[in-house]
């Protein structure tokens, strides 16, 4: 399996432009996480999905924030209108609610978003 | 919720000492309990785990050790290199939900 698969891998975009972040989790994983870090707010859940379902977007910082799972193999973060505040590194991770490695997140690459 | 608290938020070691970081969670349900590490630019990995039905897990020079009465779990890394020098996360999870709660990660950097 290639693992968590995210793309684009670096974004940089003007202020108000909407920007979309894509993940593909690892085949067989039900659940999906997207998470934040920046140097001064460390890593932070923004939402996640079971089995395609959006359970928890508690962690989303506004409304300019959107995240879909169309079906178990995509998700998408949208970000619009973008701000500087929300350059960051934003990560993607899976994980499996069965098996000997239950809840063992696996991390993608990340995309480095970059808000002029 | 979960909250998981991490000590010391920076760690200087000379290479081949050793180094310890420790974790404190609030959630007695939480029964999970991963260590990750992620180099510079790097996405975050695990390292090792511990589930709440052991006290101590070793592989090779990295260990973790678990108290559940005191809602605290340490991370012990053994004859340091300077390839150890990384940001190193805890978490905590109930085995239900599969969410992981992060602490604010330690920075750890080995002096050759």
């Known amino acids: 399996d290639a693992g968590v698969i995210q793309s684009p891998r670096h974004e940089v975009t003007e202020m108000g432009q909407e920007v979309t972040l894509r993940c593909k989790p690892i085949s067989g994983h039900d659940y999906l996480f997207w998470y934040r870090q920046t140097m001064m707010r460390g890593l932070e859940l923004l939402i996640y999905?079971?089995?395609?379902?959006?359970?928890?977007d508690s962690g989303m910082p506004e409304d300019r924030f959107s995240a879909k799972m169309p079906n178990a193999s995509f998700s998408t973060l949208k970000i619009q209108p973008s701000e500087p505040r929300d350059s960051a590194v934003y990560f993607c991770?899976?994980?499996?609610?069965?098996?000997?490695?239950?809840?063992?997140?696996?991390f993608g690459p990340g995309t480095r978003l970059t808000v002029l | 919720g979960e909250n998981v608290e991490q000590h010391p938020s920076t760690l200087s070691v000379q290479e081949g000492d050793s180094a310890v970081i420790k974790c404190t969670y609030s959630?007695?349900?939480?029964?999970?309990f991963p260590w990750y590490k992620q180099e510079l630019g790097k996405r975050p990995q695990l390292i090792i785990d511990i589930r709440s039905n052991v006290g101590e897990k070793k592989d090779q020079r990295i260990a973790v050790t678990l108290n559940k009465t005191a809602k605290h779990f340490s991370l012990h890394i053994t004859e340091t290199q300077p390839e150890d020098s990384a940001v190193y996360f805890c978490a905590a999870s109930r085995s239900a939900g599969n969410k992981l709660t992060f602490g604010g990660g330690t920075r750890v950097l080995v002096k050759p």
């Open positions: 991770a899976s994980s499996t609610s069965g098996g000997a490695s239950w809840n063992e997140q696996f």
């Open positions: 959630d007695s349900a939480s029964n999970y």
């Open positions: 999905f079971n089995n395609n379902v959006p359970i928890d």
